[in-house]
């Protein structure tokens, strides 16, 4: 069998069988091996050694497998059976009806296949569907008997779960006496037990909490008895309170072991983090297992939606996501909606289940012995998988922070290939417990930047070469012993601000980002090489003093080593030549008759002529000296002076003399600068070298000045407020526009001399409506505002409510 990639899913994917039996059989007993060990690690220990994305592909391909070769889906095959076991400490229940698992689609084409399937059983075209997220948790069964919670049961292997009464009672959500009147003998409320995202951040602030007590506790102990004893080691202190609160990768694992636990057992610190983990839980039911009424009048149940209703009314909580659409059509909607807002609900989802409403047609349509047919779990691709850590390297930025981050072997997750993930400092590092060599999770949600969640215990002694990080004491680019950002902080940063090479480059390349000077041609690779260049030895640019009068004779003979993208190793030829590049010289090659002529005259025939890149880069470093002033202001570098107060302090003095000439207090009274900004200014004008920078770019010829501005005098006298197209006018923006981001908005409606607000009131001028703009909108249309589109925004941007 050959597993390729999904592109849509990025999940492997069979594409093929094998016709060799033998074979078949021999690769069917490899994957059962290997999801048994998958579900044990999972369902029982609450710490998976696979990922999700690795288990499903394992179980689709068995699913493919046995489709090929049918005498080999025997009743123990894990197609044909709920995954999971009760584990030894909890006692065994047998459920009254069985709790089944999900037919899973990862495609919308599966998902058509199911409901074409569905609609010709039923012979009806459009079954009213009940669509719900796919809660990220795991299963409970609550058994009441006349109203009375009297058990919570985990799924276990669907037969069979575990006894969790006792911390089901500590749920708060869960009632354990039912509301209203009318109540069965007995029913099983099945629904899923979950850590909401909130929650899961306020577990693992108390784990580091606990960790740190630990500590303590652990030094108060070692100082009681100091006779004959060892000193105490704080490194060792904390690597055993890291064992005893580690930090939880995951909401669902940290749930499934919260519900799981046996709190009888503990004490001291572990039980209050116990404790905490099991209050943090909540619940929402999802379906219905025995029911039975008392012989006489009773609700009648036709849907399960109906079902949900008298849960509601009894007081079980219900999931607020839920819908009940008409047809395939609807579901689809649900499952766009959710793919584009699955991190704005309170808890984690991997998919929305599709569930046939009516019970009559749930029963038509039955279960095999794994799943319900008249249901299916459509999944979004994953968000976390597992790869090697490789290495741990340390990145000094632009403000001269040194952090650490994650080199890994390539893997694809969320739709995009990530190789590296930042590690913030030595810490989070040990607060992760990742070593250089551990298999780790590593999860990437949307435009999120990528995480490591931790490593996969289960594979710590994989004969893997193992290795502590140590965060190094000095910069790795200029050997500066490293400080703490401030007094007492964990954050190292190079105080060798100015010739610090990483710190150059960074600023460098913040000089040509598009929220700077906005030069093209001087991106990261350029600003490495004017600040690093491996030939010659010295940079063109000992620091961006020199930027402007750059000259191509410092440009041509740059050159820099080529380096794999992957493993940031230097290239080589065939025969083991490092390979190099002159990325601002282009060779130039002549004839045997013009190098005769050469000779004949005496001539030197120049071997390098300016590249392409090198015309552009100076071309354009000439137009930025007249660019707008407040790029100039964002191109020094000052901390905190993005774009927003760059354009007020422009806006304001009009020249970088008069925010020279300026006292703090004048520069604070700024809109949109302030007392902290004002500091940063101040500082900053205050270091030699930073006024080499302005001297410097003076005398290149760059312009300090917005010519034509009458000076910060003349603006206060003239004080009228802001000016420009938006000048007066209040502009809310909703929902998802296709050209900015929503701080994007923000800033152009504050560059337009506009105000940016985030609700909508009578106050407001405008509402531009975006994507699945919400209840703004409907606010808007009450109040009577006059909302636009993104092309009428960009309108009103440029020219004001006459462009309109
Ligand atoms: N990483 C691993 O090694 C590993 C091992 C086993 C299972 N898993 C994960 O678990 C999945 C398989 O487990 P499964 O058999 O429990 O199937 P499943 O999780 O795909 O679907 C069934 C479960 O979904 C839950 N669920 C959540 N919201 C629901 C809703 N609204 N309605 C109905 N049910 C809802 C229920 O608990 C139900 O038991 C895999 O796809 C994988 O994601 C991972
Ligand atoms: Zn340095």
Redesign the pocket.
């Known amino acids: 069998m050959i597993v390729s990639v999904s592109e849509t899913t990025g999940i492997p994917e069979p594409t093929e069988t094998t016709s060799d039996d033998a074979g078949a059989q021999r690769r069917w007993s490899e994957l059962v091996a290997r999801i048994e060990e998958?579900?044990r690690?999972?369902?029982e220990a609450d710490a998976?050694?696979?990922?999700?994305a690795?288990?499903?592909a394992r179980m689709r391909e068995l699913q493919a497998l046995e489709a090929a070769h049918p005498a080999l889906a025997t009743p123990e095959s894990p197609t044909q059976s709920?995954?999971g076991a009760a584990a030894a400490g909890f006692a065994t229940v047998e459920h009254l009806e069985r709790?089944l698992?999900?037919d899973?689609a990862f495609t919308t084409d599966e998902l058509a296949v199911w409901a074409e399937k569905v609609n010709r059983d039923l012979g009806t075209d459009r079954p009213g569907l009940l669509c719900?997220?796919?809660?990220d948790?795991?299963?409970i069964s609550l058994v009441y008997e006349r109203g009375r919670l009297v058990r919570g049961v985990t799924?276990g292997d669907g037969r069979v779960g575990e006894d969790v009464t006792r911390n089901v009672l500590r749920i708060a959500e869960i009632p354990q006496k039912l509301t209203g009147e009318d109540h069965p003998d007995v029913v099983e409320v099945r629904g899923?037990v979950f850590i909401p995202v909130a929650t899961f951040a306020r577990l693992n602030e108390l784990q580091a909490q606990l960790r740190e007590r630990a500590v303590e506790e652990s030094r108060a102990r070692s100082g009681r008895h100091t006779a004959g004893r060892k000193p105490f080691d704080v490194e060792q202190a904390r690597i055993a309170a890291l064992r005893r609160f580690p930090q939880f990768a995951n909401p669902r694992n940290a749930a499934a072991g919260g519900l799981r636990q046996l709190l009888d057992k503990k004490d001291g610190l572990e039980l209050e983090a116990g404790l905490a983990r099991v209050e943090g839980l909540r619940m929402y039911a999802?379906?219905v297992g025995a029911l039975q009424w008392e012989e006489g009048e009773h609700a009648e149940l036709e849907r399960q939606s109906d079902a949900y209703t008298l849960f509601e009314q009894w007081g079980i909580p219900v999931?607020p996501h839920n819908r009940v659409v008409d047809g395939l059509d609807g579901a689809l909607e649900m499952i766009e909606h959710f793919r584009e807002h699955r991190h704005d609900i309170e808890h984690e989802l991997?998919g929305i289940?599709l569930k046939v409403d009516a019970l009559a047609r749930q029963r038509r349509l039955g279960s095999t012995s794994r799943a319900p047919r008249w249901a299916i779990?459509f999944k979004y691709p994953p968000e976390e998988v597992n790869t090697r850590l490789l290495a741990i390297q340390v990145g000094v930025g632009r403000t001269g922070r040194a952090t650490p981050y994650a080199v890994m072997e390539p893997v694809k997750v969320a739709g995009s290939t990530v190789r590296q993930a930042t590690l913030h400092n030595q810490d989070v590092v040990r607060a992760k417990g990742v070593r250089i060599g551990d298999v780790v999770v590593l999860r990437k949600a949307g435009d999120v930047i990528p995480e490591i969640l931790g490593p996969v215990p289960a594979l710590a002694d994989d004969g893997y070469p193992r290795e502590d990080f140590v965060m190094p004491a000095r910069c790795p680019e200029c050997d500066t012993p490293l400080r703490p950002m401030k007094e007492g902080d964990v954050d190292l940063r190079c105080p060798n601000a100015k010739s610090c090479p990483a710190q150059v480059r960074g600023r460098v390349e913040h000089i040509g980002s598009r929220g700077g000077l906005d030069i093209e041609a001087l991106g990261e690779v350029t600003a490495a090489a004017l600040t690093q260049p491996d030939v010659p030895d010295t940079p063109p640019l000992v620091t961006e003093a020199q930027l402007f009068s750059l000259t191509l004779d410092q440009l041509l003979p740059i050159e820099a080593v080529v380096r794999d993208a992957e493993t940031g190793l230097p290239k080589m030829d065939d025969d083991g030549v490092v390979r190099r590049r002159a990325p601002f010289r282009r060779k130039l090659s002549y004839t045997k008759a013009q190098r005769a002529a050469a000779e004949e005259s005496g001539e030197t025939l120049s071997d390098g002529a300016p590249s392409a890149s090198a015309t552009k880069l100076l071309d354009e470093l000439e137009r930025a000296k007249t660019k707008e002033l407040w790029r100039k202001l964002v191109s020094l570098n000052i901390r905190h002076v993005g774009p927003v107060a760059a354009r007020a302090l422009a806006g304001w003095f009009g020249s970088v003399e008069a925010v020279e000439a300026a006292s703090e207090e004048e520069l604070a009274a700024v809109d949109g600068v302030g007392p902290v900004i004002a500091a940063e200014i101040k500082a900053w004008l205050a270091v030699d070298w930073h006024q080499d920078i302005l001297a410097a770019w003076r005398a290149a010829g760059v312009e300090l000045a917005t010519p034509g501005h009458p000076g910060p005098a003349a603006m206060a006298e003239a004080d009228t407020g802001p000016t420009g197209p938006l000048a007066g006018l209040t502009v809310v923006v909703t929902g998802s526009l296709e050209d900015f981001t929503r701080d994007g908005a923000k800033e152009a409606i504050l560059a337009a001399g506009g105000k940016a607000s985030g609700s909508v009131s009578k106050k407001t001028d405008y509402v531009v409506l975006g994507e699945n703009a919400g209840t703004k909108a409907a606010k808007a249309e009450a109040l009577e505002i006059p909302t636009l589109d993104e092309d009428e925004f960009k309108a009103l941007l440029e020219g004001g409510p006459e462009a309109l």
């Open positions: 998958d579900r690690a999972y369902f998976p050694v696979s990922s999700d690795e288990y499903d709920v995954g709790m698992s999900l899973n719900e997220v796919k809660i948790g795991l299963a799924r899923e999802h379906g999931s991997d289940v779990a």
